[in-house]
């Protein structure tokens, strides 16, 4: 049985991470930009669609850093795949992916921002455990 996958980007430079603040039902939270692996694409041309959709960035998709299983408990089905990227080009904040279109269906609400590497773990970036190994291999 072929797995969901999604695919997401840790961009990092000069010590700052390039990550989604989000807004849902009264929580503030934070995530690693990035979405599902459309039919016919890589890991790697969904992560460029998708740093470009969500952060409005070109990037050169690095190295795996994890994958992390998600949805029901040590499922094999659903897995999220952590890359780290490099900027080429693009200006972060003009991403017109679906998340911003009025009527999308989405709740809430998505920022990119950029935040001090050391600092993350202050935040609620999710998932937690990818947080803290970000923060342990890249600070």
């Given at each position: 049985m072929?797995?969901a996958?999604?695919?997401?980007?840790?961009?990092?430079e000069n010590?700052v991470i390039?990550?989604?603040?989000r807004?849902r039902?009264?929580e503030t939270?934070?995530?690693f930009?990035?979405?599902g692996?459309?039919?016919?694409?890589?890991?790697?041309?969904a992560l460029?669609?998708?740093?470009?959709?969500?952060?409005?960035?070109?990037?050169?998709?690095?190295e795996?850093?994890?994958?992390?299983?998600?949805?029901?408990?040590?499922?094999?089905?659903?897995i999220?795949?952590?890359?780290?990227?490099?900027?080429?080009?693009?200006?972060?904040g003009t991403?017109?992916?679906?998340e911003?279109a009025?009527?999308?269906?989405?709740?809430?609400?998505?920022?990119?921002?950029?935040f001090p590497?050391?600092?993350?773990k202050q935040?609620?970036?999710?998932?937690i455990e990818v947080?803290?190994?970000?923060?342990?291999?890249?600070?």
């Amino acid at each position: 049985m072929k797995y969901a996958e999604r695919v997401r980007g840790i961009l990092i430079e000069n010590e700052v991470i390039t990550i989604i603040k989000r807004t849902r039902d009264g929580e503030t939270f934070y995530v690693f930009p990035g979405g599902g692996v459309e039919k016919g694409e890589t890991e790697e041309q969904a992560l460029k669609r998708e740093m470009k959709e969500e952060l409005g960035l070109d990037v050169l998709v690095k190295e795996l850093v994890t994958k992390q299983n998600f949805g029901k408990p040590k499922s094999k089905e659903c897995i999220n795949f952590f890359y780290i990227c490099e900027k080429k080009g693009g200006e972060l904040g003009t991403g017109c992916g679906p998340e911003y279109a009025p009527g999308n269906g989405y709740k809430g609400t998505h920022e990119p921002i950029k935040f001090p590497l050391n600092k993350i773990k202050q935040l609620d970036l999710r998932p937690i455990e990818v947080r803290d190994l970000v923060f342990k291999k890249y600070s």
